[in-house]
């Protein structure tokens, strides 16, 4: 096994995150906040020790390429050990375990918090809160890039990216030429929402803040009450940006290089579209019917809500006049809110869920099935963008899926022996399995402050948003014998 090429990328990693939190500091010693910035700094020290230390180490180690296990390994590393040193600066406050899940709900772009009142936190830890989110989000597209469409987990076989493949042929290769593909990309995007919320009226620090948050679907806001102090042109730059970001990036980049065409040519946007669109409609006239809110206002509220829980940004706090808040919808509206939840974005997008992808070729399927039911002796196919989906790639989605639902319900157990209703657990549940975080608010029958959870439950969520960012079978298949058999 190649080691050495995993150590020296986990190593790089470390020392890039440490750097980061450079810009805590910055704003910390800008708004006098003396008793924030020494952690920062002890935490950069401590972070570049032992990532200079794993690259030091792996320089001397015999060369490899690495291959499928490897980049396995690393994906699961990552996600394990930056949060580790991520929660440093949160643990100061809350404690260990609750920092660690700050910064896993972070760099998964989860969006959970422990905080329940973020404004009362110094501006540098918001930064960090946004920041971690923001890094989360550009390692997902880079994990989606390298990982899921080289592999094809769980039936992405099927996934393209719009990236040419080059000539590299090793992880460390393909992990440099998509950074230097997308970054930059990333960036553009991210400047472009901050800058549309500043002219909305949004504070500069606000405004980037929620930028970061939007653009990796992460869902941590500056404020108790989320997005409801936002103006309606802000709330629609959010909307806009919320839906680009579920979107994949491979294309955003394709499409700066004035490949506009990608975009009209990719089934996943299509479905994106209707999905959204039909949603959007249908959520709209359920809050229109069962509600006194009228016409105009229940469209902008769905609209609102099914970008924030199709992304799995989850951003929440609209409200109205007439009474309709987050967390108090009618029940056939929760579980439509649920469902596109767990479907989540498009691959190679920084959003999470079951994938867009996953559920088209399912849906496909079925149609085929349908077709063999009237026509026993007809030959049918699946296809997807124009190729022809092989049997092994369909029982693969149709595994992922079984292991979804499966993980699903045994998260949901967990928490509603925490003494939560079994609505509230499921929707925690899908919420940590598909990284929509705070979309949970939109669908929980009672408010749940994650940071008054029990251990075990919060170590549960844990479990859930680390699987749900890999993928399940990434992080399954390193307990796996004949996964690291030759």
């Not at 990328?9 to 008793?35: K, Y």
């Not at 990552?78 to 809350?94: Q, S």
């Not at 920041?131 to 996934?159: D, H, K, R």
Request: glycine letters at 12%; hydrophobic letters at 55%.
């Amino acid at each position: 096994m190649a080691l050495t090429a995993v150590l020296s990328v986990l190593g790089w990693s470390m020392v890039i995150f440490a750097l980061t939190m450079i810009f805590p500091i910055g704003i910390a010693l800008f708004h006098g906040e003396v008793g924030t910035w020494p952690v920062f700094l002890t935490t950069i020290l401590i972070t570049g020790m032992f990532g200079g230390a794993l690259t030091l180490a792996s320089l001397g180690g015999r060369q490899r390429a690495a291959g499928r296990r490897e980049a396995f390994l690393l994906a699961c590393l990552i996600w394990t050990v930056l949060p580790m040193f991520g929660a440093i600066p949160f643990a100061n406050l809350v404690g260990p375990l609750d920092g660690y899940l700050e910064a896993m709900s972070g760099l998964t772009t989860t969006g959970y918090s422990v905080f329940a009142t973020p404004e009362l936190l110094p501006r540098s830890m918001l930064f960090w809160r946004a920041e971690l989110q923001w890094i989360g989000g550009l390692a997902t597209i880079m994990l989606a890039v390298v990982l899921l469409g080289l592999f094809g987990l769980g039936g992405l076989a099927v996934y393209r990216s719009a990236i040419p493949s080059g000539d590299a042929n090793t992880l460390v290769a393909r992990l440099k030429d998509t950074l230097s593909a997308v970054w930059w990309v990333y960036v553009i995007i991210t400047l472009a929402c901050a800058v549309l919320l500043w002219v909305s009226g949004v504070q500069a620090f606000h405004a980037v803040c929620y930028a970061m948050s939007t653009v990796s679907t992460g869902g941590f806001t500056t404020s108790t009450n989320g997005v409801a102090g936002l103006s309606s042109f802000a709330q629609g730059v959010l909307v806009v940006f919320m839906l680009g970001s579920a979107l994949n990036f491979t294309l955003h980049w394709a499409a700066f290089h004035g490949r506009f065409r990608v975009y009209r040519e990719d089934p996943e946007i299509r479905a994106f579209g209707r999905l959204c669109g039909i949603s959007a409609l249908m959520a709209g006239l359920i809050i229109w019917g069962m509600t006194e809110l009228d016409l105009a206002s229940s469209l902008g509220q769905a609209i609102f809500a099914v970008a924030a829980v199709a992304s799995t940004t989850g951003f929440f706090g609209l409200e109205t006049d007439q009474g309709i808040i987050t967390g108090s919808w009618p029940t056939p509206l929760s579980i439509l809110l649920l469902m596109i939840m767990m479907v989540g974005g498009a691959a190679g997008s920084t959003a999470g869920g079951f994938k867009l992808m996953r559920f088209a070729l399912l849906i496909r399927q079925g149609g085929a099935e349908l077709t063999r039911l009237s026509y026993p002796n007809a030959v049918t196919i699946v296809t997807y963008g124009g190729y022809w989906v092989e049997p092994p790639v369909l029982r693969a989605t149709w595994n992922f899926l079984m292991l979804f639902m499966l993980s699903v319900a045994i998260l949901a157990v967990v928490i509603d022996l925490d003494g939560h209703d079994l609505a509230t657990a499921l929707a925690l549940a899908v919420g940590a399995l598909s990284n929509a975080g705070p979309a949970a608010t939109y669908v929980t029958v009672e408010a749940v402050a994650i940071g008054e959870l029990d251990p075990v439950s919060k170590i549960a969520i844990i479990a859930g948003m680390l699987a749900g960012r890999l993928e399940l079978l990434a992080l399954l298949g390193l307990f796996s014998p004949s996964f690291w058999g030759r």
